[in-house]
Nanobody, 123 residues
Framework: VQLQASGGGLVQAGGSLRLSCAAA????????MGWFLQAPGKERQFVAA????????YYADSVKGRFTISRDNAKNTVYLQINSLKPEDTAVYYC?????????????????WGQGTQVTVSS
C-alpha cells in the first residue's frame, strides 16, 4: 500500500491542524493505521493508531486529549486532528500501515510508511 501524508504547516501555539494520509494500492480497510512523529535529533515515536473498523483507537499518553485519530475507509484516508498545538509538537509526522487487526506502538511493526509532513509550531 502507498501512503501520502499531507496537511502539515506552520501554525501558532494554541492553533489546530488536521493531517491526512491517503492510501492507495490495496484494500485500505484491512490495515491498522498509525501516526508517528519525529522531532529533530530524536527517534521516531508513536502518536496514535486506529483499527480497521475505526472503533478502537490508541494514543500515546503525551497526546491524549489533544490528538484525535480517525479514518474514512470509503475515502481510503486516515486523519490526525491536533488541537492546542505546542512548540514541542514540532516534528515531521508520518502515517504508517500494517495488515491485520492488532495495533503496535513500535514503528518496526509497520511495514508501510508515508513520506511525512512537517508540522512547525511557533510560540
Amino acid at each position: 500500500v502507498q501512503l501520502q501524508a499531507s496537511g502539515g504547516g506552520l501554525v501558532q501555539a494554541g492553533g489546530s491542524l488536521r493531517l491526512s494520509c491517503a492510501a492507495a494500492g490495496r484494500t485500505f480497510s484491512n490495515y491498522v493505521m498509525g501516526w508517528f512523529l519525529q522531532a529533530p535529533g530524536k527517534e521516531r515515536q508513536f502518536v496514535a493508531a486506529i483499527t480497521w473498523s475505526g472503533r478502537s483507537t490508541y494514543y500515546a499518553d503525551s497526546v491524549k486529549g489533544r490528538f484525535t485519530i480517525s479514518r474514512d475507509n470509503a475515502k481510503n484516508t486516515v486523519y490526525l486532528q491536533i488541537n492546542s498545538l505546542k512548540p514541542e509538537d514540532t516534528a515531521v509526522y508520518y502515517c504508517a500501515a500494517r495488515e491485520g487487526s492488532l495495533y503496535y506502538s513500535s514503528s518496526y511493526r509497520y511495514p508501510y510508511w508515508g513520506q511525512g509532513t512537517q508540522v512547525t509550531v511557533s510560540s
